[in-house]
């Protein structure tokens, strides 16, 4: 890494019950501001997350949380029957950023939607950070969606993922009343 931090040593997990405070303080301090902690909330409790990871020490101290909602495609075209989730909000407490965590975290919930069968994963982010895991806002141009732009970026999971395009997309009703 540029800033040459060493990479701390995580485990990574699914989310359980009692992280709820500790994701909710987490997510805070990330963004500074409880915004998109209310979004992680509603998320969860509607059942709109498909997987939920936590980043945590050897010692099980959160370090990290992201989180994947289900995106539902339209009724038409090729890509209706695609298994598509949106990866947001992506959180690292402000001290322990730089050292691999977010990135650990991002491969993990990658790796573990590919094996559930899943075939896209978008993203609404920095274009500098996520085309490393292989995000393309080229991709995302093929996904009509409210969202456009370089910081709208996909990733193909399977075939399919890149086949069965374009697919017009509606995201959880809690990104509706977060914008
Ligand atoms: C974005 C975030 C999750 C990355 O986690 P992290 O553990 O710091 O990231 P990693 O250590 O795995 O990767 C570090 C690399 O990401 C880059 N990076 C981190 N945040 C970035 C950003 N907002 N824009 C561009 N690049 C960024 C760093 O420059 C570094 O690059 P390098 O490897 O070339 O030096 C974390 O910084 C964070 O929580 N930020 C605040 C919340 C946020 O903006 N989330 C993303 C939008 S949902």
Request: glycine share 10%; with cysteine; hydrophobic share 45%.
């Amino acid at each position: 890494m540029s800033d040459a931090q060493e990479k701390i040593p995580v485990q990574i997990r699914p989310v359980v019950a009692a992280d709820e405070t500790g994701v909710k303080e987490l997510v805070t301090a990330a963004f500074d501001q409880d915004t998109e902690a209310g979004l992680v909330h509603r998320l969860r409790h509607c059942g709109a997350f498909v997987l939920e990871l936590v980043a945590t020490t050897t010692h099980g101290r959160i370090l990290g949380h992201v989180g994947f909602s289900r995106v539902t495609p339209a009724d038409v075209g090729p890509g209706q029957s695609l298994a598509i989730t949106c990866m947001a909000p992506v959180s690292v407490w402000p001290e322990f950023q730089r050292q691999g965590v977010g990135s650990a975290l991002i491969e993990a919930g990658i790796s573990r939607l590919r094996d559930m069968g899943e075939d896209l994963i978008l993203v609404l982010g920095p274009p500098a950070y996520y085309p490393r895991f292989g995000f393309d806002a080229g991709l995302a141009r093929k996904v009509k969606a409210p969202y456009a732009g370089n910081a709208f970026m996909a990733l193909a999971l399977s075939e399919d993922g890149t086949r069965n395009l374009p697919v017009e997309v509606g995201f959880a009703t809690p990104f509706q009343e977060f914008e």
